[in-house]
């Protein structure tokens, strides 16, 4: 790193490295991850970065042909999909896919931040709702670009993100089961601390109300995404003589936790119980028998995220957010309800 690069095109390194109080070397340790840095000298080089606007040039080989993909949990069968759409946009541009699991559902953890700005990828693809306002002032002074896949919620304005059209998937797999006749039908969404949980269920809400159709809260339930978690929430919505003829499960692991609690009822799928999932996942057209779902392009997601990426303009110096069209696939395992 030269002493004349610029920071925003006026103020150099060396002037901030004067105005913090230590060396230009310092300087360049907080700008690529370096540990050996005292908390204190960090943060206040980081403020005076971020106070003067820096963005570091990113100049012709100064990145590795690398693009870091970061998830909370690997277990999820979307998560393959996700994989799969950025490897696409790796391979057409000579790149690799590194993987790391880290943090919540919601913000990834301290640990990974100085690993990527030390291997200067050419952006990050993060699978969270949210960035902490440090993490992103630290990867645009190292202007390495990034970008959220967020099927779980609503990012920041200021955070380049991809996501979906959850609340119109909800709708669609409701009036689903409202026009083939049904008229208890139980929703089985996602985390109740999650967006596109609540967006499901707006829609599941709306598609009930344009059928004239009470919402029964005990029909309600908010599961964890997980095959277990539609699984015990099933068995207690088929628990009783008053039981729902049809139950939109929001994600297909739920959906198959719900036809394995059919199943332990004694309950034929779609003759006593109508299910619909969501995600349209590889596996959905292979359960027993075939899952209606709502489509979710997670593949094309995850793509569009990694070419925000690697395209010349850099995302990480402002906002746009891509929102992709869902819609109903239906298979099998919806019917007009039974008469009773």
């Excluded at 901030?16 to 300087?27: D, I, L, R, Y």
């Excluded at 609340?167 to 009036?175: D, F």
């Amino acid at each position: 790193m030269h002493e004349d690069e610029e920071v925003s095109g006026r103020v150099t390194l060396a002037a901030v490295a004067k105005e913090a109080g230590v060396s230009m070397p310092t300087v360049s340790k907080v700008l690529n991850g370096r540990t050996d840095v005292s908390r204190a000298t960090r943060a206040k080089v980081e403020h005076l970065l971020e106070v003067h606007g820096y963005r570091r040039r990113a100049q012709a080989g100064s990145r590795s042909p690398l693009i870091e993909l970061v998830f909370h949990e690997l277990e999820s069968v979307w998560a393959m999909e996700l994989i799969r759409g950025v490897e696409n946009v790796a391979r057409e541009n000579r790149a690799t896919v590194a993987l790391t699991e880290s943090g919540t559902r919601h913000t990834p953890g301290p640990d990974w931040l100085p690993g990527v700005l030390q291997r200067r990828p050419m952006g990050v693809v993060l699978v969270f709702s949210t960035l902490r306002e440090d993490v992103k002032r630290r990867l645009r002074a190292a202007a390495i670009p990034f970008v959220i896949v967020d099927p779980a919620g609503d990012p920041d304005p200021d955070v380049p993100s991809v996501g979906s059209a959850n609340w119109a998937g909800g709708l669609a797999a409701t009036r689903h089961l409202t026009d083939l006749g049904h008229r208890r039908i139980a929703i089985v969404t996602g985390p109740e601390d999650m967006l596109c949980s609540l967006a499901r269920l707006d829609g599941y809400r709306s598609a009930m109300s344009m059928a004239g159709l009470e919402c029964d809260p005990r029909l309600t339930c908010f599961g964890d995404f997980h095959v277990q978690g539609g699984y015990e929430h099933a068995m207690s919505l088929l628990d009783g003589p008053d039981r729902p003829t049809a139950i939109f499960a929001g994600s297909d692991l739920q959906a198959l936790g719900v036809l394995e609690a059919a199943r332990v009822k004694g309950l034929r799928v779609p003759e006593d119980l109508s299910v619909v999932g969501y995600d349209d996942v590889p596996l959905a057209q292979w359960s027993s028998p075939p899952l209606t779902t709502v489509h979710q392009p997670l593949r094309t997601m995850a793509e569009e995220a990694a070419r925000m990426l690697v395209r010349p303009d850099d995302p990480g110096t402002g906002a746009q957010r891509i929102e992709l069209a869902t819609h109903l696939v239906i298979r099998q395992s919806t019917a007009p309800p039974r008469q009773r």
